[in-house]
């Protein structure tokens, strides 16, 4: 009753909801702006160098910050939680509430309820905003380099993005896309004897109706073999103007506009659908596997080497002979060419390979989708995991600054490194993606549980002593 009287429920979480409210906007603005820092120079290049409009620009690093608001909002929740306990335990006012009997648990139950309002939001977020936003994000980048083919190239670099052509520039005009002593290596026909192109300078542009890029080149020559020639001689072609085509270079913008979501581009809801397409897909691969390894009379297909060796081993006296020359330097007699039986084994071997590579993509792709449905609860989750452990820490700091600091950042990379780790683990298939993703929660929840428990059994036991005493 004393409690209630001294420190009206009311008021304490008000306050802290104030507390919280500025340390939280600092720690979120500053891990976006360092997440956003290394992305910021190439937004840059687009506008300055690229002569990319500037509202394009912004509106691409806005559709950028989808993935990072994700991160940072666990990481301003940390520091909100390790500032505001800090400073009121540093203020004396965890002192106070103590000598009132308040339970230091109890102190950190608004905390915990709004972590858990912001771990709703940011599921809800990364379920249904951010798929969205990474899609616009990637449509939107195709769209630029469509408009502006030159953007995706940088001079003094071949580049390969063009099929059946490598292109190199020496100087390069991002504004007015003129481009300077170009060669191109043209192997679209002919990939053994591909033409070379140099050209003293040209210009790209993308040819909407036809799917394709045009460049127009001036002042320049084509070196190729004589296809009339055959002693291999070649000839050289001298232009003063020409335009090339490059065809099918525009399939592959058309395609990232007009392409199925990936993953990250994905709700739970859509991502759950793909799997259980993806599983009636495995289970048909698997009985393809099934019937191969019982025409072969094999169970195991670990024993597919063994089953190739098969054709190339001598038995019998032949095989002892082979196995005497061999073992005295001497080559071996030459293996006839296997019978039709044989041929037949070896053609269901390599399908069997096929089969197993098939299921071993398939399962793959399984598994990358439920990384990433995963991954939209575990990182939410983690808001609450962090009040745990950072609250018990923020009051025992009793200090800003550096302490806090050094801790906000010592549990955000070792967050944040569990993760990358986990999810790259996960898609090789090594643990499983329930693991890889929630095991930094259950690391941290556990350390946070046992701090909690430790800071709400001395909180009682230092205001039942005061009583004891009174």
């Given amino acids: 009753m004393t409690s209630?009287?001294?420190?009206?429920?009311?008021?304490?979480?008000?306050?802290?909801?104030?507390?919280?409210?500025r340390p939280f906007l600092i720690g979120f603005c500053v891990v976006t702006f360092l997440l956003s820092l290394d992305f910021l120079l190439d937004y840059l290049d687009l506008f300055l160098g690229k002569g990319i409009p500037f509202p394009t620009v912004a509106r691409l690093f806005v559709l950028g910050l989808g993935w990072m608001v994700a991160l940072s909002v666990p990481c301003g929740v940390l520091v909100a939680i390790l500032m505001s306990f800090g400073q009121m335990s540093q203020d004396n006012e965890i002192t106070a509430l103590r000598a009132s009997g308040v339970n230091p648990f109890h102190t950190m139950l608004p905390a915990l309820f709004l972590s858990v309002l912001a771990a709703v939001g940011l599921t809800l977020f990364n379920n249904y905003a951010l798929p969205e936003t990474n899609y616009?994000?990637?449509?939107?980048?195709a769209q630029i380099h469509r408009i502006r083919p030159t953007a995706q190239i940088q001079e003094g670099v071949f580049v390969d993005d063009y099929a059946g052509y490598d292109l190199f520039i020496r100087r390069l005009d991002d504004r007015t896309g003129e481009m300077r002593g170009i060669l191109i290596i043209d192997a679209s026909e002919n990939?053994?004897?591909?033409?070379t192109i140099?050209?003293?300078?040209?210009?790209?542009?993308?040819?909407?109706?036809?799917?394709?890029?045009?460049?127009?080149?001036?002042?320049?020559?084509?070196?190729e073999a004589d296809p009339g020639a055959a002693d291999g001689r070649y000839r050289i072609l001298e232009f003063e103007e020409q335009t090339m085509v490059l065809e099918g270079s525009g399939n592959a913008l058309d395609r990232a506009i007009h392409r199925s979501r990936g993953q990250r581009e994905m709700s739970v809801s859509d991502m759950k659908a793909k799997i259980t397409a993806l599983e009636d897909e495995l289970r048909d691969f698997q009985a393809q596997v099934d019937s191969s390894l019982a025409s072969l009379g094999v169970q195991d297909p670990a024993e597919i080497p063994s089953l190739a060796a098969e054709r190339d081993r001598p038995s019998g006296l032949r095989g002892l002979v082979a196995w005497v020359r061999g073992l005295f330097g001497s080559d071996?007699?030459?293996?006839?060419?296997?019978?039709?039986?044989?041929?037949?084994?070896?053609?269901?071997?390599?399908?069997?390979?096929?089969?197993?590579?098939?299921?071993?993509?398939?399962?793959?792709?399984i598994?990358?989708?439920?990384?990433?449905?995963?991954?939209?609860?575990?990182?939410?989750?983690?808001c609450i995991v962090f009040v745990l452990v950072g609250a018990?820490?923020?009051?025992?700091a009793r200090r800003g600054g550096v302490t806090i600091g050094f801790l906000s950042v010592a549990f955000f990379l070792f967050y944040y490194l569990c993760l990358i780790g986990g999810e790259q683990l996960a898609d090789r298939g090594h643990v499983a993606p329930w693991i890889a993703m929630w095991l930094p929660n259950l690391i941290l929840g556990v350390a946070g549980a046992a701090l909690t428990y430790r800071l709400g059994t001395s909180g009682f036991s230092i205001a039942s002593r005061r009583k004891a005493k009174a």
């Fill in 392 to 396: 018990p820490l923020g009051m025992k």
């Fill in 4 to 21: 209630r009287r001294l420190v009206p429920w009311g008021i304490l979480p008000r306050y802290l909801a104030r507390q919280l409210f």
């Fill in 191 to 195: 990939r053994k004897s591909p033409r």
């Fill in 136 to 141: 616009a994000f990637a449509n939107l980048v």
């Fill in 332 to 365: 071996p007699e030459p293996t006839p060419e296997p019978a039709e039986v044989d041929f037949d084994r070896r053609r269901k071997i390599e399908e069997l390979r096929v089969r197993l590579v098939q299921t071993e993509s398939v399962t793959k792709r």
């Fill in 367 to 382: 598994d990358q989708y439920r990384v990433e449905i995963q991954k939209k609860f575990s990182i939410p989750f983690a």
């Fill in 198 to 223: 140099l050209a003293r300078s040209g210009r790209l542009r993308y040819l909407s109706g036809q799917n394709a890029i045009s460049m127009r080149l001036v002042d320049g020559e084509i070196h």
